[in-house]
């Protein structure tokens, strides 16, 4: 059976413009997704799935800067200040215009989207440094405001500041800097909405020991803020023996102690690398239902959402860039079914939680 209406909770879009590694780091030259990925191109990806996604909320694409901070000197006039910070933040605020345009109709050759496509987007979750010091941090806010303009603006559900790809002393120390809460709280809180913060940390290549530092993050910050927690935080399905497993189930136990704190269904198509993704539904299942469950039994339906991570999805999906969103639909339509989720359970994993956790209403 079909699932019910669908709102992608985690997309990445971008133009034919941004595929170098000067737009985005790791788009090293002869990269597949090196290429235009916008909403006709996801709507292709789509098209071949029993329902298609009546919405969807976009994730930031993980945008080149040319150095961790900016390097600006404290005693430098404010509008120095603005212009290099503007010039550190080239490719973020690029980004933003390019939702801008999404979102306004005023689309361009190569954005991959007619005119009225984005209004299927709805809500944005954008980049921000958060790092930095919050004199910085509110100009850096300033800039975005004005390269989204106020329509685009109202769609930001949402903010990322990836923490995955580094090590777990590293991300400890993210973490640890008194500026990086203080600024969640104050756009994701404080603000004129309540907007959520999503977290990626990939417990596979970096540690479990990252997804633990989120944990205090959350517990730092308070229940003023809703946290979503991307990719299942991206365990190790390369093996069953996964010797992070046990570590992994604590770490999520404790965060799910937080009422504000959802987790996605995403991302599990690359992280059975360095083996082969299983093609068929129940290897795939056999694989992913010690997480899965876990995930349920600690979140409950109310606090997961379904989201495809496309087109990244395309980077260990063995179904092909027509089919792995499809593919991973029938993976968690399975899933659910097999748990015996009731009809309304079901609506909150493909929609109503991301609704929820975004603060977007109805879709």
């Keep these: 059976m079909a699932p019910p209406k669908i709102l992608d909770s985690h997309i990445h879009l971008w133009p034919s413009t941004a595929t170098s590694s000067t737009d985005h780091a790791w788009m090293t030259p002869g990269f597949f997704l090196a290429k235009q990925h916008g909403i006709q191109e996801y709507d292709a990806a789509t098209r071949s799935a029993p329902v298609q996604p009546a919405g969807f909320v976009y994730v930031e694409t993980d945008r ?3 150095s961790s901070t900016p390097d600006i000197p404290a005693e430098d006039a404010p509008e120095a200040k603005r212009e290099k910070l503007k010039s550190w933040a080239k490719a973020p605020l690029a980004e933003l215009a390019y939702l801008r345009r999404l979102v306004t109709g ?44 106020q329509q685009a603006w109202g769609r930001v559900v949402g903010f990322r500041y990836l923490l995955q790809g580094r090590s777990a002393e590293e991300v400890k120390g993210i973490i640890g800097n ?35 530092a989120v944990a205090r993050l959350v517990e730092q910050t308070g229940e003023g803020v809703n946290f979503v927690l991307n990719h299942l935080c991206k365990p190790d399905l ?48 056999k694989a992913l239902t010690p997480y899965l469950d876990h995930v349920l039994q600690n979140f409950g339906a109310h606090r997961i959402l379904f989201g495809s991570d496309w087109p990244v999805c395309n980077v260990g ?5 027509q089919g792995n969103w499809g593919y991973w639909v029938e993976v968690v339509e399975s899933w659910v079914k097999e748990k015996g989720l009731s009809e309304g359970e079901k609506e909150w994993v493909w929609g109503k939680t991301a609704a929820s956790a975004y603060e977007i209403g109805e879709f």
């Design 178 to 212: 008194a500026w990086f809460v203080k600024n969640i709280k104050t756009v994701c809180e404080k603000g004129e909405r309540r907007r959520a913060f999503d977290v990626g940390v990939d417990a596979h290549r970096d540690g479990v020991e990252t997804v633990e």
């Design 64 to 66: 080149y800067i040319p």
């Design 317 to 321: 999906g063995p179904k092909g860039e």
């Design 106 to 149: 005023e689309v361009q050759e190569g954005d991959g989207a007619g005119e009225g496509d984005g209004q299927r987007a709805k809500g944005l979750v954008v980049w921000a440094p958060f790092h930095v010091s919050g004199e910085l941090f509110e100009v850096y806010l300033e800039l975005a405001r004005e390269v989204l303009g």
């Design 238 to 285: 390369s093996t069953p023996e996964w010797g992070g497993f046990e570590r992994w189930k604590t770490a999520l136990g404790r965060l799910s102690s937080h009422p504000n704190l959802y987790m996605k269904l995403s991302g599990a198509l690359n992280e059975f690398s360095p083996n082969q993704t299983p093609p068929n539904k129940v290897d795939i299942l």
